[in-house]
């Protein structure tokens, strides 16, 4: 579970580039994502990870870093993956924005940011989600983060993730929901806190808690190499 949240959070003339850290504290190891926008694209990249998903072209290409290897996958061909993983029913849970989203009012200074909170509800089969957001004034650039999960929301609604194949318990798929919702909100979330619990008469498991960090804003031009395959890497197949 802790895996998936890891892997888990126009022309191109008309977007601006722009970058952030976003840390993932859910036990002793932080886990470090770097996103990078660049035109119509996103880079998410980890330790031995990288995801780059192209609005234009439509498609997810995901590169292996310990293994030197990329594939390259259309928007409809993840959906046939996402649909042909789907033979356990818990591979596709009903996400349901339970509560929507509210102000709390409270208010918090997180690294010299001036914060508010507002409190996303989202719940599914055997699981509830309760999400915490302390959320900053617009940081210049972030509004292109904003604006490439609305050009993005015309195909998903979620953040699309190769783990969401590989992740039986749909916790990926919902992982990404819960990315797509909280960076359409106004502003830019500094820290969100996550609580998970079991939704489920007799099921007494612990909830598991993540806090997400976002850090190291700049809107400074990226380095369109990030967003190519390197040189060296083998192509794979499509999984």
Known sequence: MKAAFALFLCAVAAFADFEYRSTVRAGATPQLTTVALHGGRMLRKGVNHIEIIDVDKRTLTTLDTRNRTWSTMT???FRQALAAAAAAPAQQPDVNVSAGIRSTGQTRTIDGY???ESVVTMSTTGLAFEMHLWIAPEVPGYSEVRDFYRRLSKDFDWLPSTAAIR???GI????GRLLSQSSLLEGTPIETDITIRPDA???????????IEN??????PADPALFEI????TQA???
């Open 75 to 77: 928007f409809d061909q």
């Open 114 to 116: 001036a914060t508010k």
């Open 167 to 169: 992740d039986r318990s």
């Open 172 to 175: 990926a798929r919902l992982a």
């Open 201 to 211: 008469a007799g099921n007494s498991a612990p909830p598991l808690q993540l806090t």
């Open 215 to 220: 850090s190291g804003f700049s809107a400074a």
């Open 230 to 233: 390197p040189s060296g890497f």
């Open 237 to 239: 197949a499509v999984r």
